[in-house]
């Protein structure tokens, strides 16, 4: 791949060529495109290359945008419209779930084990032929952790992990990346924790799907995405 920046075409769905902005390996302050130009379909695909600097994905979150590949392909970088989101007071616990609670099966902490939580979720899946999170992922998140950026939520049971959920944590919004169960509930137990956490009014959960909506995830604008992290900080440099 050429990696001096430019356009590059990729196939869309009509097999017709769809312009994507290429980003340079060495990125330091190249901007990303402007959000509005994203691809429809693929929803949100905005440029492809770049690196996993954390000054790279700090500047993609504060713009709504985020790095989400496979193995073998280069980094893409999306901001799809909608945008899926759960704000906290509309989570939704089934009667299930509260007895869960309520039994007091699990323990909840944070950033005991950030390390744990992100390699939980690259495990492989029921069903999945394999993950998306990648060793540069996993290194980069690691790093935005230490660095202060990334938050996780773990839930254990009989001292063992059991689940969790990880993000990067700007301002009072939460940027999930992945959660992962190895016990039934596990990781319904860790969301509930992070909606209950007082310096968290937004959790972007990227990218729609049955589970989530169960829980309360809603669809917004794109537009008001951005503006409700902007109005939450999440957007300061």
Request: net charge neutral; with cysteine; charged share 20%.
């Amino acid at each position: 791949m050429d990696h001096n920046g430019g356009i590059l075409s990729i196939p869309g769905n009509d097999l017709q060529p769809m312009p994507v902005a290429l980003l340079p390996h060495d990125d330091d302050g190249v901007p990303f495109p402007p959000v509005d130009t994203a691809a429809r379909e693929p929803n949100g695909l905005l440029a492809v290359g770049g690196s996993l600097r954390p000054r790279r994905i700090l500047d993609a979150y504060r713009n709504g945008i985020f790095p989400w590949f496979g193995h073998g392909e280069p980094i893409l970088w999306w901001s799809p419209d909608p945008r899926c989101v759960i704000f906290p007071d509309r989570l939704h616990i089934s009667r299930r779930l509260r007895r869960t609670l309520n039994r007091g099966v699990f323990t909840v902490t944070r950033n005991r084990d950030f390390e744990a939580v992100v390699h939980g979720c690259a495990e492989p899946r029921a069903g999945s032929p394999g993950t998306w999170i990648v060793p540069a992922m996993i290194d980069a998140y690691i790093e935005l952790h230490r660095l202060g950026y990334a938050t996780s939520f773990e839930c254990w049971c009989d001292g063992r992990l059991a689940g969790g959920i990880y993000g990067v944590h700007l301002g009072r919004a939460f940027f999930g990346e992945s959660m992962f169960s190895r016990t039934t509930d596990a990781s319904k137990v860790a969301l509930t924790a992070t909606a209950a956490a007082a310096d968290i009014d937004l959790i972007d959960c990227q990218l729609s799907n049955p589970h989530l909506e169960r829980m309360g995830a809603e669809e917004i604008p794109r537009s008001r995405f951005r503006a409700l992290i902007a109005r939450l900080g999440a957007t300061d440099a």
